[in-house]
């Protein structure tokens, strides 16, 4: 079955706070979400990711890397997590991003990934 990876991508500053019933009611639909996947067998992999704070970038040009702190662009939405699913084709990755939570907060892209 195709895997494919799901990229959730929101705007940090309007994210929940720790502590914070919304916050609960996130983590609530994403455990519900996980639960589904789960269930239909299709969930391989995912996990959230930290502030892009927490983020650095890494770039090896003339074969000399440079490190920089944050993301590569400041000014895209956080990626803040991702999950990898076993879905039966284009339809059924979208049919599940449309059910990711952070479709409803700012968008989840899908890429299908190339087996080797």
């Not at 919304?22 to 979400?33: C, K, S």
């Not at 895209?76 to 339809?91: H, I």
Request: with cysteine; proline share 10%; hydrophobic share 40%.
């Amino acid at each position: 079955m195709p895997k494919y990876i799901f990229l959730q991508y929101v705007d940090e500053s309007a994210a929940p706070r720790p502590g914070t019933p919304e916050l609960d009611a996130v983590i609530e639909a994403f455990a519900t979400y996980l639960e589904e996947l789960k269930a239909a067998g299709a969930f391989l992999d995912g996990d959230p990711c930290q502030p892009s704070s927490a983020a650095f970038t890494v770039q090896v040009r003339d074969g000399s890397p440079t490190t920089s702190d944050g993301p590569m662009s400041p000014v895209l939405p956080w990626l803040n997590g991702y999950f990898v699913l076993n879905c039966k084709d284009r339809r059924d990755a979208a049919a599940w991003a449309a059910k990711n939570p952070a479709a409803r907060a700012g968008s989840v892209e899908v890429h299908p990934i190339l087996t080797l």
